[in-house]
C-alpha cells in the first residue's frame, strides 16, 4: 500500500483524534479504568527508575484498584524521585505515541512493553492486585505484538499515550490543586519550602508543552504502517 506523506499525516490526525474523543468520553467508565491502572503503575515505575538512576535501589512498588500507587526505595535524589511520578507517566504516554508514529513495525515495540512490564512486575510488585494486572497486561501485550498486526500495535501504542498523556493533568489537579493531602507535591513542597500548589501548576503547564510538542512531531512522522504486502 503505497500513501503519500500527506495522506499519512491526515489519517494519523484522524485516528489520533478519534482517540483522544474517545477516551475523553469514556473517562469516567470502566472501559479506560485499565489504562488509568496502567499509567499508575508507569507513574510508580518512573519513581523506581529515578531511584536507581540516581543512585539508590529500584525498590517495590505496590498498586491498588482504586488508581493508588506507592513506590519504596532507598537513596537516590530526592529532588528528581518526587519529580519523577508525574513526569514520568507524561514521558512515557508522549514516548509512546512518538513510537507508535515514527517506527514502522509497532509490533516490536508493543512486545518489548510486554516484556518491559512483565520484568518490572515480577522484580517489584509486592502486592497481589499488582502482580495480576501487571501480568495480565504484560501477556495482553505480547499477545497483540503476536497476532494483532501492526497496525492494531500503533492503535494500541496510541491509546495507551494518549491515557498516559491526558491522566497527568487532572490527577495532578485532583491531588494538588482541588484538595490537600499526602502527595509527591506536599512531599516535594516539604523538601523545597515551594508551595505543593506551584508544583502542581508548574507540573500542568510542563505538561500541556510536551504534549503539544508531541503532536507537532508525531504529525511530521510520513509513514502508515503497511497492511499489504
Partial sequence: MIQTRTSSRWLRLLILAAVV??????????????LKILTVYFH????????????GTLG????????????AGAGGNRFIVLNAGYLGSLLWGCGLLLL???????SIIVGTLGFFL?????????NRFGLIFGGGTAAALTVIAKYGGVVIS?????????????????DVWSDVISRSGTS????LAEYTLIPA??????????????????????LKADHWPETVP
Fill in 184 to 187: 509527591d507535591a506536599t512531599m
Fill in 197 to 218: 500548589v506551584t508544583w502542581g501548576i508548574a507540573w500542568i503547564a510542563l505538561s500541556i508543552f510536551v504534549c503539544i510538542v508531541t503532536l507537532f512531531w508525531v
Fill in 118 to 126: 512483565a520484568v518490572i512486575t515480577m522484580c517489584c510488585v509486592r
Fill in 154 to 170: 500503533e492503535i494500541i501504542l496510541q491509546v495507551i499515550g494518549v491515557t498516559s498523556a491526558l491522566y497527568v493533568i487532572p
Fill in 100 to 106: 507508535a508514529a515514527w517506527v514502522k513495525d509497532d
Fill in 44 to 55: 510508580e515505575i518512573s519513581h523506581g527508575l529515578a531511584c536507581w538512576l540516581t543512585g
Fill in 21 to 34: 474523543a474517545a477516551v475523553t468520553m469514556l473517562w469516567d467508565t470502566t472501559v479506560v479504568w485499565p
Fill in 60 to 71: 517495590t512498588i505496590t498498586i491498588s484498584p482504586e488508581q493508588g500507587g506507592l513506590h
